[in-house]
T-cell receptor, first 113, second 108 residues
Framework: NAGVTQTPKFRVLKTGQSMTLLCAQDMNHEYMYWYRQDPGMGLRLIHYSVGEGTTAKGEVPDGYNVSRLKKQNFLLGLESAAPSQTSVYFC????????????FGSGTQLSVL | KNEVEQSPQNLTAQEGEFITINCSYSVGISALHWLQQHPGGGIVSLFMLSSGKKKHGRLIATINIQEKHSSLHITASHPRDSAVYICAVIEWGNQFYFGTGTSLTVIP
């Protein structure tokens, strides 16, 4: 039982390049989230999903897209990376019933030059 | 607008000291989490509580729903407790809000 797995752990992009971050969970959770963490700020919600095939915008969605084609996977895409997207990205998941406990991935450090 | 405020932002303690980190929030919540983040590491949930008090080893978390306030206490602090501690609340309607974290350093 691996929990929540994020790939890659580190990435450096040039401005304008694209990439996809993958989040996979093996706990059969309905809810999945993508957050970014920046110095001096709390975790901010980018996009989230309440189930397979559904996505919704969070607090800071601009410049990002997501897809949840399979229940266990939640992908975060950057179509044209900008330096302002340099951040640490965390994926999280939780079940739709029972304790409202979040399970986090180990994070992705992204630098956009 | 910050729905969750933590204090202090930074804290340095000598090994063995009793530590308190505070969290205040402004929204109605169904539960509150205390999270721990080690340098370069992921985030793990220490406690989830909706009332009263919980204890796990040297860590104690309390919450006062009427005052919208929670505290995380660490008794007999140890250098391995050095981490960032984050308060997070779950608003009715399932939105999570996070504090900016308290960076704790425990010196041997």
């Amino acid at each position: 039982n691996a929990g929540v797995t994020q790939t890659p752990k580190f990435r450096v992009l040039k401005t304008g390049q694209s990439m996809t971050l993958l989040c996979a969970q093996d706990m059969n959770h309905e809810y999945m989230y993508w957050y970014r963490q920046d110095p001096g700020m709390g975790l901010r919600l980018i996009h989230y999903s309440v189930g397979e095939g559904t996505t919704a915008k969070g607090e800071v969605p601009d410049g990002y897209n997501v897809s949840r084609l399979k229940k266990q996977n939640f992908l975060l895409g950057l179509e044209s990376a900008a330096p302002s997207q340099t951040s640490v990205y965390f994926c999280a998941s939780r079940p739709d019933r029972g304790p409202e406990k979040l399970f986090f991935g180990s994070g992705t450090q992204l630098s956009v030059l | 607008k910050n729905e969750v405020e933590q204090s202090p932002q930074n804290l340095t303690a000598q090994e063995g000291e009793f530590i308190t980190i505070n969290c205040s929030y402004s929204v109605g919540i169904s539960a509150l989490h205390w999270l721990q983040q080690h340098p370069g590491g992921g985030i793990v949930s220490l406690f989830m509580l909706s009332s009263g008090k919980k204890k796990h080893g040297r860590l104690i978390a309390t919450i006062n729903i009427q005052e919208k306030h929670s505290s995380l206490h660490i008794t007999a602090s140890h250098p391995r407790d050095s981490a960032v501690y984050i308060c997070a609340v779950i608003e009715w309607g399932n939105q999570f809000y996070f504090g900016t974290g308290t960076s704790l350093t425990v010196i041997p």
